[in-house]
């Protein structure tokens, strides 16, 4: 497995724009396709956005697709999620995750990072 660290989060107004980064430890990073989950109050965690180990092939929940980019750069064993256009329901704990495929990825993640907070305020 590997082990994910979450850092980014923060306070914004909506509207505005955060970059959540996730640095992995361990050297076999690029091996595993990476996502990102998020978990509001009072509600399940969601799938928000998984790309591919090489980072060609990305997906997104249709509530983010064409504000949210995820990208990674496996030299530094780190995923981003880039968020513009915020808007109060992207309030949430937000989750990196690791799984040796996408299908896998989407499905039941194999590592958990521990979180980070993102409030959005009207």
């Known amino acids: 497995q590997v082990q994910l660290v979450e850092s980014g989060g923060g306070l914004v107004q909506a509207g505005g724009s955060l970059r959540l980064s996730c640095a992995a430890s361990?050297?076999?990073?690029?091996?595993?396709?990476m996502g990102w989950y998020r978990q509001a109050p009072g509600k399940e965690r969601e799938f928000v956005a998984v790309?591919?180990?090489?980072?060609?092939?990305?997906y997104y929940a249709s509530s983010v697709k064409g504000r949210f980019t995820i990208s990674r750069d496996n030299a530094k064993i780190t995923v981003y999620l880039q968020m513009n256009s915020l808007k109060t329901e992207d309030t949430a704990v937000y989750y990196c995750a690791a799984a040796p495929t996408i299908v896998v990825l989407t499905t039941t993640p194999t590592s958990w990072g521990q979180g980070t907070q993102v409030t959005v305020s009207s």
């Open positions: 361990g050297r076999t990073f690029s091996s595993y396709a």
């Open positions: 790309i591919s180990t090489s980072g060609s092939t990305t």
